[in-house]
Nanobody, 120 residues
Framework: QVQLVESGGGLVQPGGSLRLSCAASGTLYSILVMGWYRQAPGKQRELVAGITSGGSTNYADSVKGRFTISRDNAKNTVYLQLNSLKPEDTAVYYC??????????????WGQGTQVTVSS
């Protein structure tokens, strides 16, 4: 079992910044990769950024150069730095942990989500 708790969302003006945090607890040794997804009203949930235990990262094209994913292994926490925010970044942001449970079987855990609203 893995538990994920997100924080750091809020209301920000276009061009502003936010830092989201995701604290993980439970059977952390089972986690293969962690990431951030977002879901805007009327849209499907999409991958924003991911990071492996080794530190490799990937980003959606729409956020490259503006968002940065990082992790602090000592704190069991993953962060997403959101810079140069645009109104189209408005969404609920979800932390994700992909785990291996047995014999290579994978399972995704999700946080409760944190709202990011970009508006003037």
């Amino acid at each position: 079992q893995v538990q994920l708790v997100e924080s750091g969302g809020g209301l920000v003006q276009p061009g502003g910044s936010l830092r989201l945090s995701c604290a993980a607890s439970g059977t952390l040794y089972s986690i293969l990769v962690m990431g951030w997804y977002r879901q805007a009203p009327g849209k499907q949930r999409e991958l924003v950024a991911g990071i492996t235990s080794g530190g490799s990262t990937n980003y959606a094209d729409s956020v490259k150069g503006r968002f940065t994913i990082s992790r602090d292994n000592a704190k069991n926490t993953v962060y997403l730095q959101l810079n140069s925010l645009k109104p189209e970044d408005t969404a609920v942001y979800y932390c994700n942990a992909r785990t291996v449970v047995s014999l290579g079987r994978q399972y995704d855990y999700w946080g409760q989500g944190t709202q990011v609203t970009v508006s003037s």
